[in-house]
C-alpha cells in the first residue's frame, strides 16, 4: 500500500512593533535567519502578521523583499537603491494636527472666559475644557503611507491585499471602539498595504489617529503585543515570532560586565532607570507591561494550540545595546542591526538541541557551519573616509569623550 504522500508544512510568522528600534532588530534578526535555516524560504510563508513597526517588515516580507534587501532599505538606505526609507521622515511635525488643533483654540477661549466670568468654571475646570485643542501626536507619519506606497509599486510588489500571493494581515485598533482590526482579512482586505501599516503603527501620543473610511485607528498593539493568534486560529504548523521590546535588567551582572566592556571601547555606560528620567522611566514601564502581557499570550498559545510549535525570538533583558540606542543615528542604526544579527546567531547556536527538534519536523535545519562561521557580518565596514572626514570624526569622538567626562562627574556629585 502505497504511503500518504506529506503535505507542505503551513508556516507562519508573527512580528511585534517597537518604533524604528523594533524594525532595526527585526531587520538584523531576519538576516540572521534567512541564512541561518536551511529549507525555509522568509519570503515565501503562508501568513504574515504584523504589529506597529512589525507590520512594515510583515508588508515588505510579504511584497518579496528579502532580509537583505530590508537592511539596504531601512538601515543603509542609499537613495540611489530607489528602495530606501529613512527613519527621519517619522520626524516630520504633525503640521496639519497643529493647525486643526489651533484653530479650536479662539472659540474655546471665549466659551471658557465667558464662563469663568459668570462664576460657573474653575480654573480646573477651564483647563479641562481646553483639552479639544491639544493636538493627538506630535510627529506625522504620513510619509509611511507615502513611501510604502512607493516600494510597493514596483514591479513584482502591490500594495493590494488581495493581489499578494500569501496572507497578509496587519493590525490595528480602531480608537471609538477599542478593538482590534485586521487589514487584510475579508471586508478589511480593500485598504492599501502602505495605508495600513501607517494605522498600525500610529502610537497614540507621538502620531496622530489615521483615519481610514471615515473612522480612526491607532497603534495594533493597544489590544495586544504581536496578534499571533490570528495566524494561530487559521491553521499554522509552525509560528515564528519576533519580539523585539523587552524590559532591561539594569542590575543583572551580565549588564554590568557588558557596561565595564563597554566603557572601555567609549560606549555610553549603563545608567540606573531613574537616572535617564521620565523617558527612561516610561519606557521600562511600557516594555514590562507589552512583555508580561506577551507572556501571558505565549502561554496561552501553547496550551489552546498544542499541535503548532512555536518558536520565539526576542533579545536578551540583560543587554544594553538595545536599550542605550539613538536610532535616528544612521552610524547607530548600523551597529544596532549587526548587534541584533549577531545575537540571533547566537541565540540559534545556543539553542541548537530544541530548536533542532522543533524545526526538523517542518523540514527545516540549522545550518551550523553558517552560523559557527564568526567571521560572518552583516554590515560591511564603512569604506575609508576623506580626510576631511577623518577629521569630523575625531571631533565627534573628542565630543564624545568629552561627555562621557562630564557625565561621569555628575554622577560622581550624587
Not at 508556516?11 to 512593533?17: N, Q, R, W, Y
Request: charged share 20%; proline share 7%; hydrophobic share 40%.
Amino acid at each position: 500500500m502505497k504511503a500518504p504522500q506529506r503535505t507542505r508544512p503551513k508556516i507562519a510568522m508573527a512580528l511585534a512593533g517597537g518604533g524604528p528600534l523594533g524594525a532595526i532588530y527585526e531587520i538584523g534578526a531576519l538576516c540572521a535567519l534567512e541564512e541561518g535555516l536551511g529549507g525555509i524560504d522568509l519570503n515565501q510563508l503562508d501568513h504574515y502578521v504584523g504589529v506597529s513597526a512589525g507590520g512594515f517588515i510583515a508588508a515588505a516580507l510579504a511584497n518579496g523583499m528579502t532580509p537583505r534587501q530590508l537592511c539596504a532599505s531601512f538601515i543603509e538606505n542609499d537613495p540611489r537603491s530607489g528602495d530606501y526609507f529613512d527613519p527621519s521622515w517619522l520626524m516630520e511635525p504633525a503640521y496639519g494636527e497643529f493647525l486643526r488643533r489651533g484653530l479650536l483654540v479662539p472659540g474655546l477661549m471665549g466659551a471658557v472666559g465667558w464662563d469663568m466670568l459668570r462664576g460657573r468654571a474653575s480654573l480646573v475646570q477651564a483647563l479641562e475644557r481646553m483639552a479639544p485643542a491639544l493636538p493627538t501626536g506630535v510627529f506625522s507619519n504620513r510619509q509611511i503611507d507615502t513611501q510604502l506606497a512607493r516600494l510597493f509599486s514596483k514591479p513584482g510588489r502591490t500594495n493590494d491585499f488581495r493581489q499578494l500571493a500569501c496572507k497578509l494581515t496587519l493590525v490595528a485598533t480602531q480608537l471609538d471602539s477599542a478593538q482590534a482590526v485586521a487589514f487584510g482579512s475579508n471586508g478589511w482586505d480593500h485598504v492599501p498595504i502602505s495605508k495600513a501599516v501607517q494605522a498600525s503603527s500610529a502610537l497614540p501620543g507621538l502620531f496622530p489617529p489615521v483615519v481610514i473610511d471615515d473612522q480612526y485607528y491607532v497603534d495594533g498593539a493597544m489590544k495586544k503585543t504581536m496578534h499571533a493568534s490570528v495566524a494561530l486560529e487559521q491553521g499554522a504548523d509552525l509560528l515564528l515570532c519576533l519580539n523585539p521590546l523587552v524590559p532591561f535588567d539594569a542590575s543583572s551582572p551580565q549588564a554590568h560586565a557588558q557596561d565595564a566592556a563597554g566603557a572601555s571601547r567609549g560606549s555610553r555606560p549603563i545608567p540606573r532607570m531613574v537616572d535617564g528620567g521620565l523617558p527612561s522611566v516610561m519606557s521600562q514601564t511600557f516594555r514590562s507591561m507589552i512583555h508580561s502581557r506577551m507572556e501571558l499570550g505565549m502561554k496561552h498559545y501553547a496550551h489552546a494550540y498544542p499541535h503548532t510549535d512555536i518558536v520565539l525570538l526576542e533579545p536578551d533583558h540583560r543587554d544594553p545595546e538595545l536599550y542605550l540606542a539613538n536610532t535616528f543615528s544612521y552610524a547607530q542604526r548600523r551597529q544596532l542591526a549587526e548587534h541584533a544579527y549577531q545575537q540571533t546567531r547566537a541565540l540559534l547556536r545556543a539553542q541548537r538541541a530544541r530548536l533542532s527538534e522543533q524545526l526538523l519536523r517542518h523540514g527545516i535545519t540549522l545550518n551550523l557551519p553558517i552560523l559557527n562561521d564568526n567571521t560572518r557580518q552583516l554590515i560591511a565596514p564603512s569604506p575609508p573616509t576623506s580626510r576631511w572626514g577623518q577629521a569630523l570624526g575625531t571631533l565627534e569622538g573628542v565630543m564624545e569623550d568629552l561627555s562621557q567626562v562630564v557625565h561621569h562627574k555628575t554622577m560622581l556629585r550624587h
